[in-house]
C-alpha cells in the first residue's frame, strides 16, 4: 500500500522550482560575448528575432549549428562529469569526497564512519540538467512563460519583461529552430537509464 | 550488439561494488589454479601474522583523497575482497622488493607478511600467469592461405580528421583516394572522433558548415551525414571497413565506456555493405587473426609506480604487459579526468567544463575483458606518440592521430604474411594439430604519415 510521505508528482512542480538547482545553458558569440539563454525571454545579453538568437553586443545572429553544436557540447560535459564517478559520504562530519568505492560500495573509507557514500553528481541531478535544456526550447511552455526565470526577482540589472503577444509570435517563428534543438537533448535522454526508471516507479505502487 | 546497448547515466554504486569486488575473487581463482595453491592459504593481509602468507587484492592509494599522478612507493594499499578480507585496506611496503610495477586497479597476488597489523611487508610479487593465445586447424589456415592473392593489408588509422582549426574533411578526403589506389588494403580499422565534441569551433559560436551539395547543415550529426558519410562511401566497395566510435564522438549518444557501436542509420550508411560498426572496446577475427580494439587511451592514464627492471623498460612495453596480465582493455581504476575552466564573464558561476575522458561504466567493465584468449593484435590509440611493439607475443599498436592539432600526423600499415603451415608452431591439443598463428613473426607495422 501506500505509506510514507505523499510527494507532489515532478510534473506538477513548476519550472523554477524544479530546475532551481541546474546548471543555465551558456552560450558563446563569436564577438567574444558569453552568455545565459533562457529561452524567449528578455535579457541583456540576448533578444530573440523570428531567425532565432541575436547577440546583443555585436548583433550578429547565431545559426542553428552554432546553437545546438554549443547545447551538445554542453550536454556531453554534464555527462562526463558525472561519469568522474565521484563519491561522498552522507555524514556531514565527515566530509570524505573522493573516486575510491569500497568493495562494499555504500561503506565510508574513512575509519570508523558510519556514514554512506553516494555519487555526489546523482543521476536525477543529471537528468533533471537534461529536462533543463529541453525545456527551453519547447515551444509550448514558451509560450506558456512557464521557463525556469533568468533573473532573480530582486536582480537590479532584470530587464524589462517581454509582452504575451511578442512571445506568441517568435514562439511560432522559431518552432523548426527549437525542434532542432530539442532533438540535441532528445537524443540523449533516449540513452538516459534515469528517464525509464521514472516510468517503472510509476508503476511501483501497483505491483506491491 | 545487444550486451552494449545498455542505458548510459545511470550507474548504481552496488552495481558498481560488486565488480570491484568480482574482479578480485576471480584473479584469486585463477592464482590458485595456476600456482595449485590450496584455497586455505589465502589469508586477509590486515590482519597480523607470524607466518608469511598469499593475499589477492587491488592496489589503490593508502589515502583515498590522494589522485593517482601523487602516488609514490610509500602511499599504496592492498584492498580486499568480501570473501578474503571483508573489504579491509592495508597500507604496502615495498622496501623488500628490487622489481616491481604497480598501478591503482591492479589486481596482484603477493606474498608477505602484517607482523605489526599496521602494513603488509611484501616478500614477493606473484605474476599473474598469461592467457593462451589464439589457435587454428590446418583446414582453416589452408583456406585463408588459398583466399589470399598477397599478403594481408590492414590499415588503422585514428582520428581526429581534422585539425583543431577547422572541420574541413578535405584532407580525409584525399587520403581516400590514396587508399582506393595506391595502398590498397584489405580491411582499413578507422576509429573515431570523427567530429569531437571538444573541438574548439564547437564552442566558440563560429560554426558556419555547407555541404557541397547545399544541404542545410543544423547539427554536428548533420556534418557526419553531410561531409563525412560521402567520403566513407568514396571507398573501394571491396575494402572492408571498420568503424569504432570514440568518447570524444558527438555522433554517438552512448558517451560511456564500454561503447556501442555507431548507429549506421544515423550516420547514414545503412546501404553501404563493406562497413562494419562495433562496439568499443571490442575482439573480431579477420581471416585466422585475432584483432583486439579499444578506444579508450590507457597509456595516457595508467600511471605506475615502479623500480628496478620494470622501470628500465620501455613505458609502452610496460603498459601494454599490465593490459596483457589483466586481461581488460582498460586496467586502470578510477578512470581519467579532464576538464577546463570556462570562460567566465559576468558572474558567480565560474565552473570547470568536463571533457571526455575515460567515461568508465563500472558495473559493465566485464565488456572489456579478454575472454579466454588473448588476442594476436592489440590496437589501442593514444594521444602519445605512435608505435608498434611486440610484447609476449603480442604486437600492440598506437597509430597515432591521423591529424594532430597544426598539422598532419600517421597510421598504421600491417602487412602479414599469408599463413604458411610448416613455418607456424605447431601444438597437439587432445590429438588434434593445431597452429599458433605467430603473427609477431609474420607481420610488418609500417607508421606512415597521412
Ligand atoms: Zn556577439
Ligand atoms: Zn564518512
Known amino acids: 500500500g501506500i505509506n510514507g510521505i505523499l510527494q507532489p508528482l515532478e510534473s506538477t512542480i513548476s519550472d523554477a522550482e524544479r530546475f532551481k538547482l541546474s546548471k543555465h545553458l551558456y552560450l558563446n558569440c563569436k564577438c567574444g560575448s558569453h552568455f545565459k539563454f533562457g529561452g524567449i525571454v528578455s535579457s541583456n545579453d540576448y533578444q530573440m528575432t523570428f531567425n532565432g538568437i541575436q547577440c546583443k553586443k555585436c548583433m550578429n545572429q547565431l545559426n542553428t549549428l552554432n546553437v545546438t553544436s554549443q547545447l551538445e557540447q554542453r550536454i556531453r560535459s554534464f555527462i562526463s562529469k558525472y561519469y568522474q564517478g565521484i563519491v561522498i559520504c552522507d555524514d556531514s562530519t565527515c566530509g570524505m569526497i573522493t573516486k575510491q568505492i569500497s568493495v562494499y560500495g555504500k561503506r565510508c573509507l574513512s575509519n570508523g564512519c558510519k556514514g554512506v557514500m553516494r555519487y555526489q553528481y546523482s543521476d536525477k541531478e543529471l537528468y533533471n540538467q537534461l529536462l533543463y535544456f529541453d525545456s527551453l526550447f519547447d515551444v509550448e ?3 506558456n512563460q512557464s521557463l525556469r526565470p ?5 536582480d537590479v540589472t532584470k530587464p524589462q519583461e517581454l509582452i504575451k503577444g511578442q512571445i506568441d509570435a517568435l514562439s511560432e517563428q522559431n518552432r523548426d529552430n527549437f525542434n532542432v534543438c530539442k532533438s540535441i537533448v532528445q537524443k540523449y535522454l533516449s540513452d538516459c537509464g534515469r528517464r525509464y526508471v521514472d516510468l517503472g516507479s510509476m508503476f511501483d505502487f501497483m505491483q506491491k | 550488439p545487444k550486451k552494449y546497448q545498455f542505458r548510459t547515466m545511470r550507474t548504481k554504486i552496488l552495481e558498481t561494488a560488486d565488480i570491484l569486488d568480482e574482479q578480485i575473487d576471480s584473479f584469486t581463482k585463477i592464482i590458485q589454479q595456476h600456482y ?13 601474522s607470524q607466518s608469511e602468507i598469499i593475499t589477492v587484492g587491488r592496489i589503490i592509494p593508502d589515502n583515498p583523497q590522494v ?13 580486499t575482497s568480501r570473501t578474503l578480507g571483508i573489504g579491509k585496506r592495508i597500507p604496502l611496503d615495498l622496501s623488500n622488493l628490487t622489481d616491481y610495477s604497480l598501478f591503482p586497479g591492479q589486481i596482484v597476488a603477493l606474498r608477505g607478511k602484517n607482523a605489526s597489523g599496521d602494513f603488509f611487508k611484501i616478500n614477493e610479487i606473484l605474476e599473474i600467469p598469461y592467457l593462451g593465445s589464439p589457435v587454428s586447424t590446418n583446414d582453416e589456415l589452408t583456406t585463408y592461405y588459398e583466399n589470399l592473392e598477397n599478403d594481408l593489408k590492414i590499415l588503422c588509422i585514428n582520428g581526429p580528421y581534422t585539425s583543431s582549426k577547422d572541420l574541413d574533411f578535405t584532407y580525409l578526403e584525399n587520403f581516400v583516394t590514396k587508399v582506393n589506389n595506391e595502398i590498397q588494403p584489405h580491411v582499413v580499422i578507422m576509429f573515431g572522433p570523427f567530429i569531437d565534441i571538444s573541438h574548439p569551433l564547437v564552442s566558440s559560436g563560429n560554426l558556419d558548415i555547407e555541404s557541397p551539395t547545399g544541404k542545410k547543415i543544423q547539427t554536428l550529426d548533420d556534418i557526419f551525414k553531410f561531409l563525412v558519410s560521402p567520403i566513407l562511401k568514396k571507398i573501394n566497395n571491396k575494402i572492408q571497413i571498420i568503424l569504432i566510435p570514440s568518447l570524444k564522438d558527438s555522433i554517438s549518444k552512448h558517451a560511456a565506456y564500454p561503447q556501442d557501436s555507431y548507429d549506421k542509420k544515423q550516420l547514414q550508411l545503412s546501404s553501404t555493405k563493406n562497413i562494419k560498426n562495433f562496439p568499443n572496446p571490442s575482439i573480431f577475427q579477420i581471416n585466422e587473426i585475432l584483432i583486439g580494439v579499444s578506444n579508450n587511451d590507457i597509456f595516457k592514464d595508467l600511471k605506475d609506480i615502479n623500480k628496478g627492471s620494470p622501470a628500465g623498460e620501455n613505458r609502452f612495453d610496460r603498459i601494454s604487459n599490465h593490459i596483457i596480465q589483466q586481461r581488460r582493455f582498460y586496467p586502470s581504476f578510477p578512470g581519467s579526468k579532464s576538464q577546463r575552466k570556462i570562460t567566465s564573464s559576468n558572474d558567480d558561476e ?6 571526455p575522458s575515460s567515461e568508465l561504466d563500472v558495473p559493465y567493465l566485464g565488456l572489456s575483458e579478454f575472454n579466454d584468449v588473448l588476442p594476436d593484435i592489440l590496437i589501442i590509440p593514444s594521444e602519445l606518440r605512435f608505435f608498434a611493439r611486440v610484447v609476449k607475443n603480442t604486437l600492440v599498436i598506437n597509430p597515432g592521430v591521423f591529424m594532430r592539432p597544426n598539422s598532419s600526423g ?3 600499415q600491417i602487412t602479414i604474411e599469408k599463413p604458411k603451415i610448416d613455418e607456424l608452431t605447431k601444438i597437439n591439443e587432445d590429438g588434434e594439430d593445431l597452429y599458433l598463428h605467430d603473427i609477431w613473426k609474420r607481420a610488418r607495422v609500417d607508421i606512415i604519415k597521412s
Do not use: G, M, V
Not at chain 2, 595449485?36 to 597480523?48: E, L, Y
Not at chain 2, 565560474?350 to 571533457?355: A, N, P
Open chain 1, 141 to 143: 511552455k514558451n509560450k
Open chain 1, 150 to 154: 533568468l533573473y532573480e526577482s530582486e
Open chain 2, 36 to 48: 595449485q595453491i590450496p584455497s586455505s592459504d589465502f589469508n586477509n593481509p590486515s590482519i597480523i
Open chain 2, 67 to 79: 589522485e593517482s599522478i601523487q602516488l609514490n612507493s610509500s602511499s599504496l594499499a592492498l584492498e
Open chain 2, 350 to 355: 565560474d565552473e570547470f567544463e568536463f571533457l
Open chain 2, 410 to 412: 600517421t597510421l598504421a
